[in-house]
């Protein structure tokens, strides 16, 4: 019976060009996230499922780790087509090794051997066609972390816009230049879990802060749609230097980046810290306003934040779109994204009008 690592090392194509810098000795350098890993021949990448074999650089194709419909409110985009579908896929890995993970299943499925855990052999085109049966307006890589699988999401992204989906990215923003412009033709929305402002809390999740920042700004002005996410993690990130540092820093990129704050439950290997409470949410979101941010969201206490988890007008307050969970229960936004009430124009990607909701909860797909 072959190992998940044997098996992974076969579903594999030659990494993308713009991804890899050829150095001395066969060793090649990836650039498909932040650590830029110098990769000897025999050798893999801190993520392992990159590698290097004879001198070329090889990156997972072909698979599925797993697939689900999810609202897009879930991912969480806010201010992205309210109530749409989101057909989203995950591989297997990470670059990161983050003690709490809630995808630790499939994104440490190879450092943990989790049993079961088998790669699902797909194309570029049944994705596509499966998200359109399901009537997903957006195609999302997302549950492991989509950097490091980076030149399967750009063939699946290239037919999903061929067949009018928005694309977009789940990540823990450990991005390169490199990859940012190597995936921005396909990409439409891009999610980043800033998970801490403190650079030895990101060591001890196996990444750094800065390439993180620096994604975060290149991201934005590169013209994508960004949102942030932070899970909330008493006695981790909560203090309130830290929080008002990372809020602070998101306003300096732009004060109309939505940032969810999101609670905390115990997982995996961080099982210490108590689950947030609704208060530690509120009190991270006031925060997040002094700080200068325009929309903050509390996630994962649906009716428990107050006003929270609405999107409401930075002007005049009007109502704009009401949520309760992933269900959308109102949205009053003209057709131009504009606020009904006082016409401010409301930073996202919007539909003319809501187009319904087909599930406020996420599901399996069932195949034909
Ligand atoms: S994706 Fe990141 S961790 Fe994986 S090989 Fe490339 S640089 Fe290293």
């Known amino acids: 019976m072959p190992s998940l690592q044997e098996i992974l090392d076969r579903q594999v194509a030659e990494a993308a060009p ?3 810098e050829q150095l001395d000795r066969n060793r090649t350098r990836c650039l ?18 990159r590698f290097n074999r004879g001198g070329k650089l090889y990156a997972p194709w072909g698979y599925v780790g797993g697939v689900q419909c999810d609202p897009i409110e879930k991912k969480p985009f806010f201010h992205v ?7 989203s896929f995950g591989m297997l890995g990470c670059d990161l090794h983050c003690s709490y993970c809630q995808n630790w299943v499939t994104s440490q499925a190879l450092r943990e051997n989790v049993p079961g855990i088998r790669p699902i052999s797909t194309s570029p085109e049944q994705l596509v066609d499966e998200a359109l049966r399901q009537g997903a307006r957006v195609l999302v890589s997302t549950y492991n972390e989509p950097l490091i699988t980076a030149e399967w999401a ?3 992204f290239l037919l999903a816009k061929a067949a009018g989906l928005m694309t977009g990215f789940v990540s823990n923003g450990n991005a390169t230049p490199q990859v940012l412009e190597f995936l921005s033709p396909v990409l439409d929305l891009y999610k980043v ?3 801490s402002f403190d650079e030895q809390h990101y060591h001890s999740l196996g990444g750094r802060l800065q390439p993180i920042l620096d994604s975060i700004r290149r991201i934005h002005q590169m013209g994508l749609w960004l949102e942030i996410v932070t899970l909330v993690i008493p006695g981790f990130n909560d203090s309130e230097g830290e929080l008002s540092a990372l809020a602070e820093f998101i306003a300096s990129v732009s004060p109309d980046i939505p940032w969810h704050v999101t609670a905390f439950h115990k997982d995996y290997r961080m099982t ?3 689950d947030t409470t609704p208060e530690m949410l509120l009190r991270a979101a006031e925060i997040g306003k002094r700080a200068g941010l325009r929309y903050v969201y509390a996630g994962n206490q649906p009716s428990r934040v107050g006003d929270l988890e609405n999107t409401r007008c930075p002007s005049c307050h009007a109502l704009l779109v009401e949520r309760l969970g992933y269900l959308i229960r109102g949205y009053h936004l003209t057709a131009e994204g504009r606020c009904p009430s006082c016409s401010l124009q409301i930073p996202g990607r919007w539909d003319s009008a809501f187009r319904g909701q087909i599930a406020a909860f996420p599901f399996a797909p069932q195949y034909r």
């Open 18 to 20: 713009e991804l890899t």
């Open 193 to 195: 879990d800033l998970k």
């Open 32 to 49: 498909a996230c932040g650590h830029r890993c110098p990769i000897a021949e025999g050798q893999s990448g801190v993520c392992k499922v």
């Open 154 to 156: 750009a063939a699946v």
């Open 81 to 87: 087509s309210s109530g749409a579908l989101a057909y």
């Open 272 to 274: 210490d810290p108590e």
